[in-house]
């Protein structure tokens, strides 16, 4: 059940960082659930690196795992806008 969860926290989060920044984003449905999940991942990061302890599933780490997706994604847009020019 936790992959899961982890799926459906990665597919959350990716979409509402999609929908916070503006712009056009050529990922379909597989590209914004991979969004979140490196979100998830970069979010959890910062997080440990605030607070210690154990971090289970809540609110927080969902907004952790958007605001680390929101990061991903515009480091992404930074990396694809270089190539392109």
Do not use: E, K
Not at 27 to 36: A, D, I, R
């Amino acid at each position: 059940m936790a992959i899961i969860a982890w799926l459906i926290i990665g597919l959350i989060a990716g979409a509402v960082a999609r929908w916070l920044v503006p712009g056009q984003d050529p990922m379909g449905l597989v590209g914004t659930l991979l969004l979140g999940l490196v979100g998830s991942v970069v979010g959890g990061f910062i997080g440990d690196l605030l607070v210690s302890g154990d971090q289970d599933l809540n609110p927080a780490g969902l907004i952790g795992s958007i605001v680390g997706a929101v990061i991903v994604l515009l480091l992404y847009r930074a990396v694809v806008q270089r190539r392109t020019i």
